[in-house]
């Protein structure tokens, strides 16, 4: 293909040889020329010879310059072509955009064009004598080495491999190589294919890519051509119907997996399909796999398109619905359920949206309440028993879905049309599309609170009766308790008629007597009017109190108990209490009671621990605006089981008793707005103890009570 530099050179050399030759043929014909024309050569010839002997010569030497210029004419316009022809091939070498090289057949580089230096990095003057295997790739020396043996044989070989570039790296490269087996010589071509490759490797991941993730697919894939003829199916439709891939491709309606009892449908759906009405929704189908076994199948359809943009056919996904439209239909039956059971209430259930205020959901009570038409109105747009928006612990409009689920209000409210009262609680909680909306039940509580009231009239009359047996009770400890106060104003009295009828009276003592009578005679009043005011019919009157009044007067009215049985009361009164929201009278009888209770239970304790305790103080942290009042006694205690039964009517555990106290003293506190709990005493006995909202807090709340 390419000459060796050793056949190139100056371009004299192709036309000195024949100028040297010609130049020798003409003196050989002039030495015989010479010859001829010399004296005694052919006397014979005569004349005419010698005639010629001038002629000849000259004639031969003109012919043969001729001639010789002639030859060396063509011959420079072939030399000149030659270099021409030299001049293009070398040019076509060194310019090739591939990689020209010329190989011995031991398969060592002769000579390199540019490219090599331009694709692998090596410079073309390094490379001849260097075996073109010390370039090739580890793994494709085997493959190039094979190739050098067939080019021994004379055979021409094209192959690819890997060779390795200045900078280490390696590129593709396909050679074309022809031999010359006379010369010894190997012409090569090379092109650098790493880009072809490359793109051949990413097509090929591509395509493995896409099988992957087509046979691993749980879709269905079906494509028919416009006459109806199946051209694919993937792996997971053949899992799901059970025929092979190369069983089903090529197959024409009716097809392998069409149930015999549903032919008709199929082929309704197939012809809607070939005409282009399936509906975008897809429709539903009942499928047969191969063993028989039917299942429920959503076909979905799109039309299949050629790369210049043809419809060649029709495209369907195929899902399994079997599951899922079992799944619904138990989810509908559970929504069904559900909702039987929410209409079934008695209570009133709604769903709103906490910020438009929207009646989502309203169970049937709700209706039949507030109107048969009350979705999509909103809740304070229906006569709905409603609390203000102060009245909400929170503004549930504000609220986010992570603050979820939080308690609104719990509260009894009246209906504003037919007066009837209802229990609501509303709770904020996330709706089934995500949004932040308010549950509301509202309870019919009008019968509940009638009761109640019946209730708390029955116990004022317990509590009235307790009051009449509990002064019977006391009837003779109130008489030995004014009778000292009545025996010393008749003393007094006695003594200051004796001095005055004596006549040695004395102004000073006879006032100082009177004032000492007078003031029995308040005590005696007082104690007179305390019993009167403990057992007279009246109405609750809730007002401001002061706790330490109530207290005083508790303290004085049991202290004669607490005298006659040895036991010591001490009172632990907060300094600058506030005052208390109350019925003074309904909550001195149960300070009172609780006292009485704790002196009963003394009985029997060594009388230096016969103390018993009246604390007054304000609750803590929790509970500001609040005041604690606490009865401690170190009786014998109360037992788990009687802690249980403490509060239940009836209950007792004296052999006298009625068992209401406690359960009126209890039902007096909740009226209040407290709680009255029951603890162990650590030093040994019981302590009772209840809270009361201070005057201000009570202001605040008592219209919503």
């Known amino acids: 293909m390419f000459r060796s530099e050793s056949a190139r050179g100056s371009p004299h050399r192709y036309w000195a040889v024949p100028c040297v030759a010609m130049l020798l043929f003409a003196l050989g014909m002039l030495a015989l020329v010479w010859l001829l024309l010399q004296p005694g050569f052919g006397a014979e010839r005569g004349m005419a010879l010698r005639d010629l002997q001038w002629a000849l010569p000259a004639a031969l030497i003109l012919g043969l310059s ?42 060592s580089f002769r000579r390199c064009n540019p490219a090599f230096g331009r694709i692998l990095g090596h410079a073309p003057d390094s490379l001849p004598g260097r075996p073109m295997v010390d370039f090739v790739h580890d793994e494709d020396v085997d493959t190039t080495l094979d190739a050098l043996r067939r080019l021994a044989t004379g055979e021409p070989v094209t192959f690819e491999n890997r060779c390795r570039c200045a900078d280490g790296n390696y590129k593709w490269l396909e050679w074309s190589i022809n031999p010359v087996p006379e010369e010894g010589l190997v012409y090569a071509v090379a092109r650098d294919i790493t880009g072809s490759k490359a793109a051949e490797q ?59 009892e549903m032919r008709d449908v199929c082929e309704r759906n197939l012809q809607m399909t070939l005409e282009g009405r399936a509906p975008a929704s897809g429709f539903e189908l009942r499928i047969q796999r191969r063993n028989g076994e039917l299942f429920d199948a959503r076909f979905y359809l799109s039309p299949l398109i050629d790369a210049s943009g043809q419809q060649t056919g029709w495209m369907a996904s195929i899902t399994d619905i079997t599951e899922p439209k079992r799944v619904r239909a138990a989810l509908e039956a559970t929504h069904e359920r559900f909702e039987a059971v929410l209409d079934g209430l008695d209570a009133a259930v709604f769903v709103a949206d906490a910020r438009s205020d929207e009646i989502l959901f309203a169970n049937r009570a709700f209706k039949r309440i507030n109107g048969f038409d009350v979705v999509g109105h909103t809740v304070r747009g229906v006569a709905v028993p409603q609390p203000e928006r102060g009245d909400y612990r929170v503004d549930p409009r504000g609220l986010t879905p992570a603050e979820l689920p939080r308690e609104l209000f719990d509260g009894e409210l009246q209906h504003p049309l037919s007066g009837r009262w209802y229990h609501v609680r509303e709770q904020a909680m996330r709706w089934v599309d995500g949004r932040v909306v308010r549950m509301g039940i509202a309870t019919d509580s009008t019968e509940r609170k009638q009761t109640a009231e019946v209730a708390r009239q029955q116990e004022e009359r317990l509590q009235r009766t307790s009051r009449l047996i509990t002064m019977g009770e006391m009837a003779s400890m109130l008489a030995h308790e004014l009778n000292q106060p009545l025996s010393a104003i008749a003393n007094y009295c006695a003594g200051c008629v004796t001095r005055m009828q004596g006549g040695s009276w004395k102004p000073e003592d006879v006032l100082a007597a009177m004032q000492k009578a007078s003031f029995q005679a308040e005590r005696a009043g007082k104690i007179i009017r305390r019993v009167r005011e403990f057992v007279k019919k009246s109405e609750p009157r809730r007002s401001a109190v002061k ?3 109530i207290l005083d007067d508790a303290l004085g009215f049991a202290d004669i108990d607490a005298r006659r049985t040895g036991i010591r009361l001490v009172a632990e009164i907060e300094a600058d209490l506030p005052p ?66 403490l509060f239940t009517p009836f209950y007792t555990t004296k052999a006298e008793g009625m068992g209401m106290g406690l359960n009126i003293c209890r039902s007096i506190i909740e009226f209040h707005d407290g709680r009255l709990v029951v603890d162990d005493n650590p030093d040994g006995g019981t302590i009772f103890s209840f809270t009361l909202p201070a005057e201000s807090v009570s202001e605040r709340v008592a219209p919503s009570v």
């Open 202 to 260: 990413a097509l090929r991941a591509e395509s493995a890519f896409r099988k992957a993730m087509e046979d691993s697919v749980l879709t269905g894939l079906r494509a028919i051509d416009l006459s109806g003829r199946i051209i694919y199916v993937n792996s997971a439709f053949s899992r799901m119907v059970g025929w092979r891939e190369d069983e089903l491709v090529g197959a024409t309606a009716p097809f392998p997996y069409w149930p015999k």
């Open 547 to 549: 706790l330490v009044d």
């Open 580 to 645: 208390v929201f109350a019925d003074r009278i309904m909550i001195e009888q149960v300070v009172l009671n609780l006292i009485r209770n704790g002196l009963d239970a003394m009985a029997d304790t060594l009388p230096e621990q016969r103390q018993l305790v009246v604390r007054a103080r304000r609750c803590g942290e929790g509970m500001a605006g609040a005041v604690e009042v606490a009865v401690i006694d170190r009786g014998h205690g109360i037992s788990e089981e009687g802690r249980q039964r």
């Open 66 to 107: 001729v001639l010789v210029l002639w030859s060396l004419w063509s011959l420079r316009i072939h030399v000149l072509r030659r270099m021409q022809v030299e001049k293009e091939r070398d040019r076509l070498f060194d310019l090739s955009l591939d990689m020209l090289c010329v190989l011995g057949l031991d398969g």
